[in-house]
């Protein structure tokens, strides 16, 4: 057996299986990575766009990065990997996706009851009366305002500095907890508390494999590392299940 069947053949006999998804999977639809030559953070400052206190400070220019964003992730599709882990569900008795990704690729894709763990680039949260407000579809102003209240609106994702949505964070370590095997995607891995994901697998005895185009800090302690694109080889292990 090759490693792409081994791979399948754990996955099969797993039962339950929780996946981990980061920006490496949406690689292939054009959507840029964080990390790394190219990345969204390589001549960006994330603690400028990317937390509470660029936002206080300058909303405009926060705004501009994530209206900049949401116009990228609604032009582009779904790639094989996405429709590959879709495709998962359908075959594996249990699957739960759990993302770190805002673009909704994967939901667009077909998979359904995604777990976003930093939230995502549709929904948008009053800063005023803090209600949510699904805006995809629309191209919205260098300043959006509340509907009802009139405040300022806000990406409805997860800065730096802030917490996880608590039900999420909760669903994703039940999810973990529960599968004897964790499948960890196109992730860095070195944003917490997702990353930390894998040791709450691996200390409950639960097998982890890595699939990733570069070797990441987990590599050396996951059962099986397969290095790759996520388009390549998920619809490979699609068809082996
Ligand atoms: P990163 O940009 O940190 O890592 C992307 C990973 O995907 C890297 O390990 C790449 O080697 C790998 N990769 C790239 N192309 C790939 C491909 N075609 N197939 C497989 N792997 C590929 O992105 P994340 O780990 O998702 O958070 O980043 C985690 C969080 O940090 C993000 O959710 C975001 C970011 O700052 C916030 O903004 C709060």
Not at 125 to 132: A, F, L, P, Q
Not at 140 to 163: A, I, K, N, T, Y
Not at 200 to 222: C, D, F, K, R, Y
Request: proline letters at 7%; charged letters at 20%; a negative charge.
């Amino acid at each position: 057996m090759n490693d792409l069947e081994t791979v399948a053949s754990l996955l099969a006999k797993a039962g339950r299986v929780t996946v981990l998804t980061g920006a490496g999977v949406s690689a292939e639809s054009g959507i840029p990575t964080f990390r790394g030559l190219g990345g969204l953070w390589n001549g960006r400052d994330p603690m400028s766009l990317a937390t509470p206190q660029a936002f206080a400070a300058n909303p405009e220019l926060v705004w501009e990065f994530y209206n900049w964003r949401r116009e990228l992730v609604t032009q582009a599709e779904p790639n094989p990997g996405h429709r590959a882990l879709a495709e998962f569900s359908r075959r594996l008795t249990s699957l739960t996706l759990v993302t770190q990704n805002v673009d909704r690729l994967h939901q667009r894709a077909g998979s359904r009851d995604v777990i976003e763990l930093h939230g995502n680039l549709f929904e948008v949260r009053c800063t005023g009366c803090s209600r949510t407000f699904d805006r995809s579809g629309e191209t919205l102003p260098p300043l959006p305002r509340c509907h009802d209240c009139g405040q300022l609106l806000r990406p409805g994702v997860v800065w730096f500095g802030e917490s996880l949505p608590p039900a999420m964070w909760e669903a994703a370590e039940t999810a973990v907890r529960r599968a004897p095997l964790l499948l960890v995607i196109g992730t860095s891995a070195v944003v917490y508390p997702a990353a930390g994901l894998v040791g709450t697998a691996q200390n409950g005895g639960g097998a982890v494999i890595e699939i990733n185009l570069e070797p990441t800090p987990i590599s050396a302690t996951v059962d099986i590392a397969l290095q790759g694109k996520a388009a390549e080889i998920l619809p490979i292990l699609a068809d082996l299940l």
